[in-house]
């Protein structure tokens, strides 16, 4: 990115904090610098909870799964799952076992089942009820990686007819999220008797200072600059938002006052009255280019 190409853009501003989610509906890992692959931040929802028709798991029906904490150990070889009152559960990032097909909405996939331990340790911890304790009837899960042989496309209908790919994510490669739509969400929180709530609850990939409240919603693509070369993150669909905003990631406990306020305000007419927060975006440029913490972004307002 060029500096006069920065000074011309409507909008600047700069990578303020970085996620990845190795395991879809987990809790995420804040780094400092991401590899950007051609499905998104490098092994963001690689991994997934299944139920024993193949079906995904998500904190919609578990809530619990927001206190699974990831930890990549070994320079990256390994990846550690930690939950309250459970042994850690270690894998070899590169280790898959039998190969398996599973389902995340409407797309039918392939991927690598990870073996009956793995499954153990999530029925195990997914058996407790939310103080911990164990309840009766509960169901059997599994553990899966995304084949990375398969090419995963977001809905061409929203990237224009690009062909995009991700991996479990729900539809899109990279979430994006500006600092100051949280802000204000946070002060009509607070305006109304209730605490504020931090970004985790939003799941983002990247977020973003320096952005007027929900300006992700309304420039085209964005342009980073890297070390590498320029990254081109382009905006194309807003993110409707379920449930799992009212999910405390701290304790998994659920209440309604994060979509009860979303709803005064943020219904949008582009999903028929959805509840919208954060867009999602797909790469357009800067396969293999690292994106890091302060780097700069600009962008155009796009009028569509």
Not at 283 to 292: P, Y
Request: hydrophobic content about 40%; proline content about 6%; overall charge negative.
């Amino acid at each position: 990115m060029s500096e006069s190409a920065e000074i011309s853009a409507d909008v600047q501003a700069r990578i303020a904090r970085l996620f990845i989610y190795p395991v879809k509906s987990c809790a995420g890992i804040e780094v400092s610098e991401a590899l950007l692959t051609e499905t998104g931040l490098d092994l963001d929802r690689a991994w997934m909870v299944v139920d024993e028709q193949g079906e995904f798991v998500t904190q919609r029906e578990e809530p619990r799964l927001a206190l699974v904490q990831p930890q990549f150990k070994r320079g990256g070889t390994e990846l550690a799952l930690r939950a309250p009152g459970m042994l850690a559960l270690h894998l070899r990032v590169d280790a898959a076992e039998a190969p398996t097909r599973v389902r995340i909405w409407n797309d039918e996939v392939p991927a690598y089942d990870m073996g009956d331990v793995a499954a153990q340790w999530f029925t195990d911890f997914l058996s407790l009820n939310e103080d911990g304790l164990p309840q009766g009837g509960a169901p059997k899960y599994r553990l899966v990686r995304f084949d990375p042989e398969h090419r995963r496309l977001s809905d061409k209908k929203w990237t224009g007819g690009v062909t995009a790919l991700n991996q479990f994510d729900d539809g899109f490669a990279v979430l994006v999220l500006g600092q100051a739509s949280l802000d204000g969400l946070n002060a009509r929180l607070q305006a109304a008797g209730h605490a504020p709530v931090d970004v985790r609850r939003f799941r983002p990939n990247i977020v973003l200072e320096g952005l007027e409240a929900h300006d992700e919603d309304r420039v085209g693509p964005l342009q980073i600059g890297t070390a590498e070369g320029s990254a081109v993150l382009t905006p194309v669909k807003p993110c409707a938002r379920c449930p799992i905003p009212n999910i405390d990631p701290t304790t998994a406990r659920s209440s309604p006052e994060v979509s009860d306020t979303l709803q005064t305000y943020r219904q949008d007419a582009r999903l028929k009255g959805a509840l919208t927060f954060g867009m999602n975006a797909i790469i357009t440029a800067g396969v293999d280019t690292v994106l890091r913490v302060g780097q700069k972004v600009s962008a155009d307002y796009r009028f569509d």
